[in-house]
């Protein structure tokens, strides 16, 4: 298989030629169908022409404590808000929600499909718990936790392929990233709770009712979250 562009390290430890043909070539390469399948089919673009200015808000979720993660239960919630927002404003699509994930400072971004689940599926605890263990399955299922993803990019399978337009990170204090329509950065706010600081393209419709239709979906998945912990305590 031949790149199109240098390979470069994830990392900044000496490699011998040998192993870098070994390492690289064989194990980036092997990542590179999983990367494909992520990134099929391509997002249908949610601007038209590229920002120039942006606007900033933030919102606070009450996040319970449960089997999952709280960011897991964030993410869920995205990306039914997501896929929802996108059918009522005929954008539609059944696979999935594509998201870039810039988590916990390891400087690997990379992407990952969150389920299409619409927000009026999320009625039960059943529904609930499905998606939760959904997200967390593909978050788990990241080869390399995304180390290589960068590498990967230089593979023509991959090369010309479109990213996200949405980016999730954990680092409140980072520049919001330009090259997103809409850049979401997710920090603690105390005991059961958590801030997001959204950041979005100023010619993007609609964000006020993506931000809405998010807190209703992770105010189902918490309700969700906590009657499950309840019943199995019980």
């Known amino acids: 298989m031949t790149v199109f562009a240098p390979l470069r390290l994830a990392h900044r430890e000496t490699i011998s030629p040998a192993q870098l043909g070994r390492t690289l070539c064989t194990e980036v390469a092997e990542q590179v169908p ?24 933030s919102v606070t979720f009450a996040v319970p404590t449960g089997v999952h993660r709280p960011r897991v239960l964030l993410l869920a919630a995205l990306g039914s808000a997501v896929c929802t927002w ?7 699509s059944s696979a999935g929600v594509l998201v870039d994930l810039d988590l916990e400072g390891t400087a690997a971004v990379h992407p990952v499909r969150l389920p299409a689940v619409h927000a009026d599926a999320l009625t039960g605890a059943t529904q609930g ?22 590498l990967t990019r230089n593979y023509p399978a991959l090369a010309s392929r479109a990213g996200a337009q949405i980016i999730v990170r954990d680092d409140a ?39 809405r239709l998010w807190t209703e979906a992770v105010h189902r998945l918490a309700t969700t979250t906590s009657a499950t912990t309840g019943s199995s305590a019980a």
């Open 129 to 150: 718990k499905h998606l939760l263990d959904d997200v967390s399955s593909r978050l788990a299922s990241v080869p390399n936790g995304g180390r290589d993803y960068a």
């Open 86 to 92: 996108q059918r009522n404003n005929c954008r539609g």
């Open 34 to 57: 999983y990367w494909v399948a992520v990134l099929t089919p391509a997002e249908r673009p949610l601007l038209t022409e590229r920002p120039t200015s942006f606007e900033q808000t």
């Open 173 to 211: 204090l980072a520049e919001p990233s330009r090259d997103h329509a809409i850049d979401i950065a997710i920090t603690a706010a105390g005991s059961g709770a958590a801030q997001a600081h959204v950041t979005w393209a100023a010619n993007l419709q609609g964000i006020d009712e993506l931000i």
